[in-house]
């Protein structure tokens, strides 16, 4: 049975994909949870509209995504941390920190999309990895300085 897909199916493919499944897996799982329709011209039509308008919205998001990029590239932040003695940290650098700092910078990324193993919990320089999009990652060089 040709179907064609309503929405991103990770084992079959992606939304306006037309694809032959067997009909008892189209019947009781695709269709009910509204994943695919019945390929016919007139779906057929829709899904090629869908499809256009996905690499579109995809063309911009990649653009701003590129934009983000760049301005990471060119940025470095400096966190200033009370130390005791030894140089060790009073308390430790998050992804909190570090976000706090990038929106000093007008960067808005989401907090969880930093990537840090760890806390800091040391002076020095430290390169964090920001994940921009799926697949897409940008380091980060953090200063961690005595106040």
Do not use: C, W
Request: glycine content about 6%; proline content about 2%.
């Amino acid at each position: 049975m040709d179907i064609i897909l309503l929405q991103d199916v990770e084992t079959l493919g992606t939304s306006g994909d037309i694809i032959k499944v067997k009909p008892g897996y189209a019947r009781n799982f695709l269709f009910p949870r509204g994943l695919a329709v019945r390929s016919s011209k007139r779906n057929r039509a829709l899904a090629d509209e869908k499809k256009n308008s996905a690499k579109a919205r995809k063309l911009r998001e990649t653009q701003v995504y590129e934009e983000l990029v760049n301005k990471l590239k060119n940025t470095e932040v400096t966190i200033e941390v009370q130390v005791g003695e030894e140089d060790r940290l009073f308390g430790s650098v998050t992804t909190q920190d570090i976000h706090k700092a990038l929106i000093e910078k007008d960067i808005e990324i989401d907090r969880h999309s930093i990537e840090l193993e760890e806390p800091i919990k040391a002076l020095g320089i430290y390169d964090v990895n920001i994940k921009v999009a799926k697949g897409l990652l940008q380091e980060l060089k953090v200063y961690v300085i005595q106040a």
